[in-house]
């Protein structure tokens, strides 16, 4: 926490006055005319508290979805590659911005599928239990589907999550859990912990841990340290790669504004990037690119190696027209750095599972693909 977050903190008072001289102090205020704001019953706009579930609509999503709309419409598969925002290539657009978000390298960072989904594959590479290190090590409370998430792949191992799934809980009468008693827990347990897996920030409570410190702690035991970023990714500045972390998962439809169903971010640190032999379910997209449209004249897969690995799963299938998101992502800004609660504008999708489908089919039928990878414009 910065030393000004920390004054302000300690000067708090629940009245309209200081908010609003918190409001008038905050140096991201401009962003609120961004962003569709809903109208309460006496037509004012509503105070809005629920970012932690739902971002705002930034008031540019409704043309640059439209535009995807409208290549899909005029070009049908060859809005792959001429559309204004190809979508062939949208999660090479993002591999640079995803990066910063998190603190991440890119090529360590990609964009793909849902939170929960990244969550399971992740743990299909990095949950490897063995008879003596079988254990999954959660924080408390924990997410819901977070907790079906683990005990599920506990049991799709062949052990019992009765035994296999252990909690680091609050103390007796406190709201969030002290950092030095997850340190004690993995000094007596972690032997036979083989995955960390923390809230950056806990969905309930709001704390937000000391994620390089119980990074250490766990790897120190020989643990697997995974965290999930949902409540931590545009809200709270993040150094993933400095921190050593082996593996993250985020969404974006929360402090990211993505819309509902919008893509997530999968990060895997560069160093299991390079390692080609950990198990993983594999597709196209972690696929060489140099190989990936083939079809039956490469029916093997290659995986791709370096620090790109973050690309090994199977690629966010039918996202096509959501590539819109690019190069409004790019407009963001992430200021958590600065000690401020992180904000990007503009960064949107669209529930597009469904409406692409036809035209990645169309797409695969029509033709074999060279590598045209625009180069990505970082500029922010
Ligand atoms: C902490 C946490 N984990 C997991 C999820 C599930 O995310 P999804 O349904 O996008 O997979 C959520 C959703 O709100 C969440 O807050």
Known sequence: MSESTSTSASHFSADDRYALSMDAADPLRSYRERFHIPVGPDGKPVIYFCGNSLGLQPKATREMVTGELDDWATMGVEGHFEGRRPWYPYHEQFREIGARLVGGRPG??????????????????????????????????????????????????????????????????????????????????????????????????????DIPRITAAAQKQGCVVGWDLAHAAGNVPLSLHDWNVDFAAWCTYKYLNSGPGAVAGAFVHERHGRDTTLPRFAGWWGNDPAKRFKMHLQPEFT??????????????????PGAGVASDFRRGRHVGAAGQVGAVDGVFGIPHRAHSQQAVRDHHAARAVGARVPAFDSRA
């Open 108 to 209: 360590e960072v990609v964009m793909m599928n849902s939170l929960t989904v990244n969550l399971h594959l992740l743990m299909v590479s990095f949950y490897r239990p063995t008879a003596g290190r079988y254990k999954i090590l959660i924080d408390w409370p924990a997410f819901p589907s977070d907790i079906y998430a683990v005990k599920s792949q506990i049991e799709c191992h062949g052990y019992d999550a009765n035994d296999a799934f252990v909690t680091a809980r609050p103390r007796e009468g406190e709201q969030t859990v002290r950092t030095e008693d997850v340190e004690a827990l993995l000094e007596r347990e972690g032997s036979k912990i083989a995955l960390v897996l923390f809230a950056g920030v806990n969905y309930f409570t709001g704390q937000f841990y």
């Open 303 to 320: 995986p791709r190696g370096g620090g790109r690995m973050a690309d090994f799963q199977p690629p966010h299938s039918g996202d096509g």
